[in-house]
């Protein structure tokens, strides 16, 4: 049997986390919010909205526990591997993926606790580390439902700041998208599947006018968002 690359496990490990991800946001529990009504929230900083930030921000400290103690099994796994690649290299990977969900839990638990106490009326010092998540961070960013209806209704400020940042976002991901293609037309150039390339030329042009259109939308509702009452 054919020995796997380290490089390639290490890419399987991501893979595995991204789709993690994935399904979180397809089915996401009713206390997580997406990034736009978060930072709507934020912005909003009314009792009410605290509340609903509390809650938002405890079920995602619940999901980075589970995901410590997934990758923890994962790296004690990895360390009984036979292969010395994995079992070194792939349980320190896991450990410290552990790690990191372990800190974002303890930071989520007390943004939870501030904002509850800012729902209450009383002042609060928000914890370090806490800004990235109220920014938006581990939140799924918003569905084809929830697009859709802020599309159907959008008029104040905050409605085209949200739809700004999701096409802004869009504009980035199929940057990125004619990145790949135009390293992986390089790669095929000179071998003999060659006129694959052509293919991922072909994407790299597809891409770009994604991105360009992505960013125009963009601008649109920026525009919009400073002159919307």
Known sequence: MRA???????????????????????????????????????ASAEPGAHARLST???????????DARRHTAMSQSFGGNPSRNLATGMSAHCKRLADLSTQSATTLRELAAHHKTLAAGA????????AR???????????????SALAAKASTPADHRGLEEYFVTLAR???????????????????????AAVHCDRLVTLSREAAKEATAAA???????????
């Open 4 to 42: 796997i690359h380290p490089r390639l496990s290490i890419a399987a490990l991501a893979l595995f986390t991204v789709a993690g991800g994935v399904a979180h946001s397809q089915n996401r529990s009713p206390e997580v919010l997406n990034t736009m009504e978060v930072r709507e929230l934020i």
């Open 56 to 66: 938002h921000f405890a079920a995602l400290a619940e999901r980075n526990t589970a």
């Open 123 to 130: 002042p609060s010092t928000a914890p370090k580390d806490g």
């Open 133 to 147: 998540f109220e920014g938006g961070a581990g939140a799924p960013q918003p569905n084809e439902r929830e697009l």
């Open 173 to 195: 991901r199929h940057a990125a998208d004619a990145d790949e293609h135009v390293a992986m037309a390089q790669a095929y150039r000179g071998t003999r599947i060659a006129q």
């Open 219 to 229: 601008a649109m509702h920026k525009q919009l968002a400073g002159v919307a009452r």
